[in-house]
C-alpha cells in the first residue's frame, strides 16, 4: 500500500494524535465533530489512518481538525511547539483588548472587565528530555496563564529569542535561575535589574498544570 508522509517520523499523524487524546476525544468523536462541522464524510478509520500516516490529510482537512481540537494548523505540521501560531500573539491580544477597554470606561470597570477575565490555556509538546523524570520527550503540557510562581512549579518561558521551554523558576536575591530537573543539561542563571519583578529578556507564558504521558 502506498504511504503518505509529511515526514519520515510522520510527525503530523503524531502531534495528531496526541493533541486528540489530550483533548478528550475518540476517533469516532472526532469523525462526528467534522462531519457535523463541515460536512466531511469521516469515520474513525479515516482518523486513524491520518495518525499513522497512510493516508494524507488535504490542507483543508488539516484546517477543519485544526478548529476542532483547538490547535493551529502549523503546530500539526510541526512548524510551532505551541499550540498556536504563539503564545505571545494571543498575549498581545489580550493586552490591546483591555488597553482599549481602558479607554473606553472608568478605572472601575476596566478593573471589573479586567477580573473577569479567565486564565487562558495552551498545551505543549515536550522536545528533550531537560525536565525528566517529570516529563518526557513526546508528553503533552497544559499550560495556563496569570498563574503566580511558586517554589516547585514547572513554567514555559522563553529566554532572549530561543525556543520555549520548560523549567522551575527559582526566584533569588538580584537574579532568576531557570532550573532543570534532569542535571545533564544546564539550568540558566538570568540577572533581575533592582526594582524589577521580572528580568527583561524572560518571558513566562504559564505555568504547566498536567500533562497526558507521551505513549511512544
Not at 13 to 41: C, F, P
Not at 88 to 108: F, G, P, S, Y
Not at 133 to 144: A, C, E, K, N
Not at 179 to 197: K, M, Y
Amino acid at each position: 500500500m502506498l504511504r503518505y508522509n509529511y515526514t519520515e517520523s510522520n510527525e503530523l499523524g503524531k502531534r495528531l494524535r496526541r493533541v486528540r487524546k489530550a483533548a478528550g476525544m475518540t476517533l469516532q468523536q472526532l469523525s462526528d465533530a467534522l462531519n457535523k462541522a463541515y460536512g466531511t464524510h469521516a469515520n474513525k478509520g479515516t482518523i486513524s489512518k491520518y495518525e499513522n500516516g497512510i493516508h494524507e490529510p488535504n490542507a483543508s482537512t488539516i484546517f477543519c481538525i485544526a478548529q476542532i481540537i483547538g490547535v493551529s494548523v502549523d503546530y500539526l505540521m510541526g512548524k510551532t511547539d505551541l499550540d498556536y501560531s504563539s503564545v505571545l500573539e494571543m498575549i498581545e491580544e489580550r493586552k490591546a483588548a483591555r488597553k482599549q477597554t481602558d479607554l473606553d470606561a472608568d478605572e472601575e470597570v476596566a478593573e471589573e472587565q479586567k477580573d473577569s477575565e479567565s486564565s487562558a490555556n495552551y498545551s505543549y509538546d515536550v522536545i528533550d528530555n531537560s525536565m525528566s523524570p517529570r516529563y518526557r520527550i513526546g508528553d503533552v503540557l497544559i499550560v495556563r496563564t496569570d498563574m503566580p510562581i511558586v517554589e516547585d512549579g514547572a513554567y514555559l518561558v522563553q529566554y532572549k529569542n530561543n525556543q520555549p521551554m520548560v523549567r522551575r523558576i527559582v526566584q533569588e536575591p538580584g537574579r532568576w535561575i531557570l532550573q532543570t530537573e534532569n542535571r545533564v543539561f544546564d539550568s540558566t542563571e538570568v540577572a533581575l535589574p533592582e526594582g524589577t519583578r521580572i528580568p527583561d529578556n524572560v518571558k513566562v507564558f504559564g505555568r504547566v498544570i498536567e500533562y497526558r504521558r507521551s505513549e511512544i
